[in-house]
């Protein structure tokens, strides 16, 4: 995961990123679940497919749609549950073989310690496999999350991940740092003491950005704002970029692919009630250039992990 700044230069207005041979990835993604719509493994499992990667999907929750549909229902899993899904993939030995844990949405504090779990037992079989957070806890100043869920983040998970890729009200809400630009961003990020954070909605001036963290080292991607694009976006995001880094790109390369993949879909989405991933798929495996997307690498600043 190392990354030669020397091959590897700036992207701006969306030049096609270095390309990597096929890998096929199996990866474990524990998240929520939705009957209708795109949201968490609804996001997720789609598109790590259509990247050609096989995702191996655990609800957290059960819902009809997400909560900002009017009418919404469903239910929390057990962690019993969670736990036994966990213990059938391991006794079958499937988590030899795969290639990272992505988790997401809990809907409880105790299945952190399930997530937890099924890292190390990934990690025991297979020393390379890596862990992503996306600590989905709240996002534009409030925590949607049940009462306790983002302490269990904390203190449980975060400590385990190799990648956290929080919106920037959750890596405030981490760090307990302000994020309202860049700098702060970085700084924030740092305290989180991760190899790899990438954080997303940085405020950018007129702009959004995509701040990636590495070695001391920060990159951000910026692009336009949209105006009301639909929910998702994170859970998107996380996916494209774990793929794209487990795939074997360099995480500023991948941070280029995410984002304008990314970018892409909820752009064509705005003002929808759900993201167009099937009809947009097309951007998960060549992201376009889209107009007003400019990648830059920032002032060298080491900062020490935690």
Known sequence: MRHDPEKWEPVSGGAAAPKTSHVHLKLLSIQSEVVFGHVGNGMARFALQRLGHEAWCIPTVLLSSHAAHQGFTGETLPAALLAKLVAGLDAQGRLARCDGVLSGYLGAPEQANVVANAVLLTKRANPKALYCLDPAVGDDGRIYARPGVAEAMAKTLLPLADVVTPNAFELATLSGAPVGN??????????????????????????????????????????????Q?????????????????????????????????????????????????????????????PQGFKMEKLASRRQAHV
């Open 229 to 289: 694009a639909p929910r998702g976006a994170g859970d998107l995001f996380a996916a494209l970029f774990f793929a794209q880094l487990l795939a074997g790109h360099a995480a500023p390369d991948a941070l280029d692919l995410a984002t304008r993949a990314t970018f892409h879909v909820l752009a064509q989405s705005d003002g929808a009630e759900e993201a167009y991933l099937i009809v947009e798929q097309q951007a998960l495996t060549a992201p376009p250039a």
């Open 182 to 227: 860049p700098a702060e961003a970085c700084a924030a990020a740092a305290l989180l003491g991760r190899p790899v954070v990438v954080a997303t909605s940085v405020p950018c001036g007129d702009r959004i950005g995509t701040l990636l963290v590495q070695n001391g080292e920060a990159w951000l991607a910026s692009t336009p704002r949209i105006a």
